[in-house]
């Protein structure tokens, strides 16, 4: 069984368009993250939720909204998408917010031409 | 400010050779530090963890011991393989409700 699933895995899009990365997780966990993943390997946390309420915020833009609508799901959403914006994203969950390790998803490559 | 600073790559080893890879952390009180692996085009797995000063973390043959007088958490495995080539990833967390991660290194293990 997978523990935390996103989807899709590849997406392709162009400049201006809206997007949106899924992400469930089966673990029972509380608290679920985005991370974004730039080419260079440099991991970034952007957001976080536990049971639904948002934690962190970081310095994101706010072209991108993530939604919970219960603890097991995490979406992302980007509007006007952006050259930049071209990165793996990757979702997290951990048992609670201050729990221990994250269990991470196998990352969405986005890629805006 | 609280932060991970791991060595930088890309380190190039021979099969059964011996690894080892920085850390060193800055952060107050006394963080959980981890060791997370990513095999290329997947995500990140907890490859070993240790949650108080002189804690060993072990796991596959990797080992890396919590140094709170150093500051460290320095990842070592006595042998490498081809299939440990990845990038690996030192990372803490403290009060803060967020996992802080390192640069990443990454290792690529010749036959």
Known sequence: ?113 | GNSVTQMEGPVTLSEEAFLTINCTYTATGYPSLFWYVQYPGEGLQLLLKATKADDKGSNKGFEATYRKETTSFHLEKGSVQVSDSAVYFCAWRGSARQLTFGSGTQLTVLP
């Open chain 1, 1 to 113: 069984d997978t523990a935390v699933s996103q989807t899709p895995k590849y997406l392709v899009t162009q400049m201006g368009n809206d997007k949106s990365i899924k992400c469930e997780q089966n673990l029972g966990h509380d608290t679920m993250y985005w991370y974004k993943q730039d080419s260079k390997k440099f991991l970034k946390i952007m957001f976080s939720y536990n049971n639904k309420e948002l934690i962190i915020n970081e310095t994101v833009p706010n072209r991108f909204s993530p939604k919970s609508p219960d603890k097991a799901h995490l979406n992302l959403h980007i509007n006007s998408l952006e050259l930049g914006d071209s990165a793996v994203y990757f979702c997290a969950s951990s048992q609670d917010q201050y729990g221990t390790e994250a269990f991470f998803g196998q990352g969405t490559r986005l890629t805006v031409v």
